[in-house]
């Protein structure tokens, strides 16, 4: 995994990205309170209870992850999933 800092709020995760649909996002911290925009979501939640983020992604980080790859600083990494029934 690579780090990457978003260019909006400056929080840092670690991203593996595998192909222009598939990202892995692992953040550093509780992503809910440590993005203030997942902070404001979750703040302004129904019932004011908490929702989980695993689902979601900042747009502003999700828009810097696009431009490292574009810029060449995320590499898009090849890997080959196993095939069920089949040894490698």
Avoid: F
């Amino acid at each position: 995994m690579q780090p990457i800092t978003c260019n909006q709020c400056g929080t840092s995760v670690l991203v593996e990205k595998y192909s222009p649909q598939h990202t892995s996002v692992q953040w550093l911290g509780d992503a809910a309170s440590t993005c203030p925009r997942l902070q404001m979501e979750n703040a302004s939640a129904l019932g004011g209870g908490e929702r989980g983020t695993t689902d979601r992604i900042c747009p502003a980080l999700h828009a810097t992850i696009d431009q490292a790859v574009r810029d060449g600083a995320l590499t898009v990494t090849r890997r080959a999933e196993p095939v069920p029934g089949r040894l490698a």
